[in-house]
């Protein structure tokens, strides 16, 4: 629209454009929005793990300084029991409207003050009593509940004939891998502000969809969508666990209408582990049959994860097993196990990242088995079409990953044998892995008006949940408009700019970006004539095709060096480094950002995240950063991260997801590597000192005698 040549502003590293403002404290989260006349509402949580509430004795605390009512299932709004989520109707959304405890940590209360410290202080005060009834805690594969998972996600696979293949294989993995309860643990702990004006209902929140937040409450609260307006500005942190309506705002928003205030609720941290969402933890049985030659034979993965009663989910653990590698038999079976947990939500690449590490942790077994590099066993087992769908493959950029990955770790000449390097009393080993994560987009919309100086203004409800997504939409728009990013003004994150996909999947950027790109076109065209108007609005939903016609992936290669401590058993990541195929990359600083962290997540999972129950109560016990360890400073090397040259040829700008792929294969990456250095496999996630030790303490005898011989 400039006569000025543009440079194109996908592909540029740029800073954030909200970096200022975060790094001076001036970008406001959920709970910093000023709004006169707030009240604080403090939640009440079960701390019986299943049962009912006989009573809840309210009296004291309603005598207290400042209170001004305590919310629960007795005298709380009524609620509409429709309220679903993606994968079906969701129990976890129906708070305070029945005296039933499905789990420990679920909200069966609120009080409401004018201070904050007026409402914890009665929320002690607050009597209840439980009538406990046994829980079930007994998490397992063959658990007497154990049943198929949803298939909402594809159909499992079954070609060929497994048990023929396995017994014409040569060698022959057949274990069981783990993975435990995990929780999002994002930085910025769930928190809403709501209130209600003149029949609609207002809120600032903490999420990674406003759109479909302001869905569910409608939903809940029956009234149109329209009279919802969430807006969620600035997000410290999604990790899954803020991808639905969460219970901070749907107390939040009967407690504003039940004592016409502005209500504000925070979770506490060890709120944010017992009553948001967790990953669920995972059992899975695993048979890859090879023959002598390296290429596999079968593939067998049956894979269990918890699920609560409440709320279907899916732990999609079997998705790779169907993509990655080409074998003659491949069968799938994705179990679901119910306990009475907190409802599993996704976290940190869902279902990928726990199936990664059962899968890729078995092909490492097969090298070690038929002697071969682990690397060129992946290579020799190319799909060329989807393994299982017959579908031709979209972009798959795998072996460049593998390749690139591999020549700058310095793979080649790698001594395969296990516990060959030591420095010190050290062992020392590198282990990797390949992953793939499901891509694609979801309908969105998004508006652009050319504005009289000049510029444009693109609405769309996306969400940045500090993801820099907000930067990158602004690039694509820029380029779709052929105008410099100075000229574009980016709004975001209001359910009101209209239908949109949340931060989650990762596909939040590639279906707004469609959007907007779609939106630009419009306007272009409309800016042809005078006499049409200024703005254009695009819904995608009608231009998507919802049957695939090509398999779409993003890929990975993540390789790992680790020293392993066999007198104390700990275990250090000292590099890593991760090739990805994306497609194109928007934005190749914020881009990296989001690998290394996903990487780090990643590494987190393998060595240190671990949610641990009292089997007695069936409470968790390490509900705070305290008990629940996750990777700090300290734990993270030097992590390089790069993009292989991609472009994808199903989206309009090239792009892929990038959210989820960057943790996914880690975990199999360093846990491969701990076996290098060790001779030993950890099949058990995490790596803890005391697995470690336990397969390390006949070494540990010899070592120390030699340690006090010299
Ligand atoms: Mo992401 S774990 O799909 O929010």
Not at 519 to 532: F, G, H, N, V
Not at 559 to 570: C, L, N, Q, Y
């Amino acid at each position: 629209m400039s006569s000025d040549p543009i440079i194109a502003a996908v592909g540029s590293a740029r800073p954030r454009i909200e970096g200022r403002l975060k790094v001076t404290g001036t970008a406001r989260y959920a709970a910093d929005q000023p709004m006169p006349d707030t009240a604080h509402g403090w939640m009440i949580t079960a701390t019986v793990s299943r049962g009912r509430i006989r009573d809840i004795d309210a009296s004291a605390a309603l005598g207290m300084h400042g209170v001004l009512g305590v919310l629960d299932h007795r005298n709380a709004p009524r609620l509409n029991p429709q309220a679903s989520n993606y994968f079906g109707p969701d129990g976890s959304l129906l708070l305070l409207q029945d005296d039933v405890i499905p789990h420990a940590g679920r909200p069966i209360a609120l009080v409401v003050a004018e201070t904050l410290e007026q409402a914890r202080a009665a929320a002690e005060a607050v009597r209840v009593i439980y009538e406990p009834q046994p829980h079930d805690m007994d998490f397992r594969l063959e658990h007497p509940s154990a049943r198929p998972a949803s298939t909402a996600f594809g159909p499992e696979a079954d070609t060929g004939d497994v048990e023929a293949e396995l017994a014409a294989s040569a060698v022959v993995v057949n274990e069981r891998y783990r993975t435990p309860e995990e929780n999002c643990g994002a930085m910025e702990p769930h928190a809403a502000i709501a209130w209600w004006e003149d029949g609609h209902l207002h809120a600032v929140d903490s999420n990674q969809g406003p759109f479909s937040v302001s869905q569910v409450l409608s939903t809940l609260f029956l009234m149109d969508r329209e009279r919802v307006h969430i807006r969620a500005e600035h997000v410290g942190g999604g990790f899954g666990a803020k991808g639905l309506c969460g219970p901070q705002l749907i107390l939040a928003a009967m407690a504003s209408g039940r004592f016409g205030r502005p209500v504000r609720v925070t979770l506490t941290r060890e709120q944010v582990f017992l009553a948001t969402a967790l990953r669920p933890p995972t059992d899975q049985w695993l048979r890859i049959g090879a023959g002598a030659d390296g290429r596999l034979r079968a593939i067998h993965h049956r894979p269990a994860f918890a699920l609560s009663p409440l709320a279907e989910y899916i732990e999609w653990c079997s998705e790779q097993a169907k993509t990655l590698y080409t074998a003659p038999a491949i069968r799938t079976e994705l179990t679901a196990v119910p306990i009475d947990i907190l409802p599993p939500c996704s976290m940190r690449g869902p279902g990928a990242t726990p199936g990664s590490f059962a899968l890729e942790s078995a092909m490492d077994e097969v090298a070690e088995r038929l002697g071969i590099d682990p690397l060129e066993l992946r290579l020799r087992n190319q799909p060329t079409v989807g393994p299982v769908s017959g579908l031709p493959f979209s972009s798959r950029r795998s072996i460049a990953c593998l390749r690139e990955g591999a020549r700058r770790f310095g793979w080649a000449g790698r001594d395969h044998r296990p516990r060959t390097r030591r420095e010190g009393h050290l062992l020392v080993g590198t282990g990797m892995a390949t992953t793939v994560f499901s891509a694609g987009v979801f309908p969105s919309s998004a508006s652009i008006t050319a504005e009289a100086d000049g510029t444009f203004t693109v609405a769309v409800g996306a969400t940045d949940i500090g993801t820099g997504a907000r930067t990158a939409l602004t690039a694509v728009a820029a380029d779709a408009l052929e105008v410099g990013t100075e000229k574009i003004r980016i709004r975001i994150a209001d359910s009101d700019l209209g239908m949109a996909w949340n931060a989650g999947g990762s596909r939040g950027t590639t279906s707004w970006s469609f959007a907007i790109t779609e939106a630009a076109k419009e306007l272009r065209e409309q800016l042809s004539d005078p006499e049409r108007p200024v703005t254009a609005t695009v819904d995608t939903t009608p231009l998507i095709n919802y049957r695939p016609t090509r398999e779409r992936h993003t890929y990975s290669a993540v390789f790992a060096e680790v020293s392993v401590d066999p007198v104390t058993g700990e275990v250090r990541v000292r590099r890593m480094l991760g090739m990805f195929a994306v497609g194109r990359v928007i934005n190749p600083l914020l881009a990296r950002s989001q690998v290394v962290g996903g990487m780090i997540m990643g590494l987190s999972m393998a060595l240190h995240e671990e949610g641990v129950r009292d089997p007695a109560t069936g409470r968790q016990v390490n509900a705070d950063f305290a008990g629940y360890h996750i990777a700090a400073h300290a734990d993270v090397p030097d992590i390089e991260a790069e993009f292989v040259p991609d472009y994808e040829p199903e989206d309009p700008s090239g792009l892929n997801g990038l959210g989820e792929i960057g943790t996914a294969g880690t975990a199999a990456a360093i846990a491969n590597a701990v076996w290098h250095a060790t001779g030993t496999r950890q099949r058990t996630l995490p790596i803890r000192l005391d697995r470690v030790l336990e397969t390390e303490t006949a070494a540990i005898d010899v070592r120390v005698g030699g340690v006090g011989v010299a």
